[in-house]
T-cell receptor, first 117, second 117 residues
Framework: DQQVKQNSPSLSVQEGRISILNCDYT??????FLWYKKYPAEGPTFLIS?????DKNEDGRFTVFLNKSAKHLSLHIVPSQPGDSAVYFC????????????????FGKGTKLSVKP | ETGVTQTPRHLVMGMTNKKSLKCEQH?????MYWYKQSAKKPLELMFV???????ENNSVPSRFSPECPNSSHLFLHLHTLQPEDSALYLC????????????????FGSGTRLTVV
């Protein structure tokens, strides 16, 4: 059973518009969330994160919103650029060390974003 | 240059072969991970090593055997694999710590694309 769900396998957006990527989680114990970006033939790279004490974190064109009551987070990219075309993975973790998990990241399936010029 | 290097980039092997995947990190990290990425599935955590000690084996079949001789190197030994084991195998590293209680950001390698025939 997936603990982190990205229900949209793909998203297509026009250059300059906003891209919104969504992620849902089922484990209410998760308290740290990250977004990774992956280009073909490369490993995922860290993009932005948010802890559960916040509901918003912004870094340049990228903003992550967290709605704990809905167990939902989203990544907003504005304005979108063709270079943003990649697969975006949502990941969740526990800050506190429960058992032996050491805060290992649990990933979603990813959403492939295509930004068209 | 991500700081995490995986070799080989591509591997085709028969079901009776024995091969090894190699991962090396140059970041001074103390924790290393093996993830499996199959088509249309989330990144699946396989093994975790923290200070050369295996701290997690996520119900992985015994035909996959990890080895961590030091904090900079991680191997995944493969034998008698099945076609369904064909996937992208990603290595990652993070700071790690005894009794870690903080969120982690992983640095991933580019992966080994494995095809079992």
């Amino acid at each position: 059973d997936q603990q982190v769900k990205q229900n949209s396998p793909s998203l297509s957006v026009q250059e300059g518009r906003i891209s919104i990527l969504n992620c849902d989680y089922t484990n209410s114990m998760f308290d740290y969330f990250l977004w990774y970006k992956k280009y073909p033939a490369e490993g995922p790279t860290f993009l932005i994160s948010i802890s559960s004490i916040k509901d918003k974190n912004e870094d340049g064109r990228f903003t992550v919103f967290l709605n704990k009551s809905a167990k939902h987070l989203s990544l907003h990219i504005v304005p979108s650029q063709p270079g943003d075309s990649a697969v975006y993975f949502c990941a969740a973790s526990l800050i506190m060390n429960y058992g032996g998990s050491q805060g290992n990241l649990i990933f979603g399936k990813g959403t492939k974003l295509s930004v068209k010029p | 240059e991500t700081g995490v290097t995986q070799t080989p980039r591509h591997l085709v092997m028969g079901m009776t072969n024995k091969k090894s995947l190699k991962c090396e990190q140059h970041l001074g990290h103390n924790a290393m991970y093996w993830y499996k990425q199959s088509a249309k599935k989330p990144l699946e955590l396989m093994f975790v090593y923290n200070f050369k000690e295996q701290t997690e084996n996520n119900s992985v079949p015994s035909r996959f055997s990890p080895e961590c001789p030091n904090s900079s190197h991680l191997f995944l030994h493969l034998h008698t694999l099945q076609p369904e084991d064909s996937a992208l195998y990603l290595c990652a590293s993070s700071q790690g710590n005894p009794g870690w209680t903080g969120p982690e950001r992983y640095t991933f390698g580019s992966g080994t694309r494995l095809t079992v025939v």
